[in-house]
């Protein structure tokens, strides 16, 4: 994005209306901090992405972290979240690295497209940093009773310039309809896939076919969870070049790692 583009989202951002969590801020209701973890494009040995990933203020699992989310503190917990992985990003030098930023959110925890999302552009805005380096990544889509309200959630964060991943593809609810429905500019691999793909032929097979079918859809696939060199390989053998895992860089907390590259 140019700078009259930016300044032109600047300006709609300041002019759009605001609900009144919005306008007045939302307090954090648990104490959290960011891990960040690349998503490495193998073929051109580069970051792609990093992924914010919630921890503690000591370093707390994201697990220990989300059991404390529930009906009450959901909205208030999400809205933080984006915040902390923006400015948290932009303080560790993000923008300058070239990658994108990728956020996980919670469908249920959005009321109004318009209006929630209008804490994650004020804080990008302050921060100068660009909506076209975000990506939203949809989490919990079993949890999503509405369909309707989703599509509505995905087509206000493209107007507004975001990409949008669907996440753990081939697991629970994030199927192939879902996929047909979305239209998503990402989609991520469930790590079940990944695992053991060498020995697995079937799997393989259907790796591949999910990775020609997102070239024909236009749709980047993310292999996740690759954690041992002969999945990295076979990976690159299924034509899928994009990969997050332990075995190119684990999450790094406040910081941005760097990666390293297996060697066959």
């Known amino acids: 994005m140019d700078e009259v583009g930016w300044a032109m989202v600047k300006t709609e951002i300041k ?12 307090a954090p209701p648990i104490p959290i901090s960011m891990a960040f973890q690349p998503i490495v494009d193998t073929r051109m040995g580069s970051v792609y992405a990093y992924e914010a990933l919630v921890r503690g203020l000591n370093q707390e699992p994201a697990g220990v ?15 933080s979240c984006r915040v902390k992985a923006i400015e948290l990003a932009s ?22 497209p318009a209006a929630c999302i209008q804490l994650t552009l004020r804080t990008a805005a302050a921060l100068d940093f660009p909506t076209d380096r975000l990506i939203f990544e949809v989490t919990e889509v079993e949890e999503v009773t509405d369909r309707g309200h989703l599509l509505g959630i995905v087509e206000e964060y493209r107007r507004q310039g975001f ?44 790796v591949l076919k999910l ?27 299924a034509g899928v070049h994009l990969m997050q895992g332990y075995l190119l860089a684990r999450p790094a907390f406040e910081a941005l790692s760097g990666f390293t590259m297996p060697v066959p």
């Open 163 to 206: 990409q949008v991943a669907l996440d753990d593809l081939g697991s629970g609810y994030s199927g192939l309809n879902l996929l047909a429905d979305l239209a998503p500019n990402m989609v991520k691999m469930d790590m079940a896939l990944t695992r053991s793909l060498e020995e697995r032929p079937a799997a393989a097979a259907i």
């Open 211 to 237: 990775r020609e079918l997102c070239d024909g859809l236009g749709i980047t696939l993310v292999a996740e969870g690759v954690e041992t060199v002969a999945e990295f390989e076979a990976l690159r053998r």
């Open 91 to 112: 303080r560790l030098g993000l923008v300058e690295t070239g990658a994108k930023l990728s956020i996980n959110f919670m469908p249920g925890a959005v009321y109004s």
């Open 15 to 26: 002019n759009a209306p605001r609900c009144e969590a919005c306008r007045e801020g939302v």
């Open 65 to 79: 972290i989300l059991r404390q989310v529930n009906a009450q503190n959901r909205y208030a917990f999400d809205q």
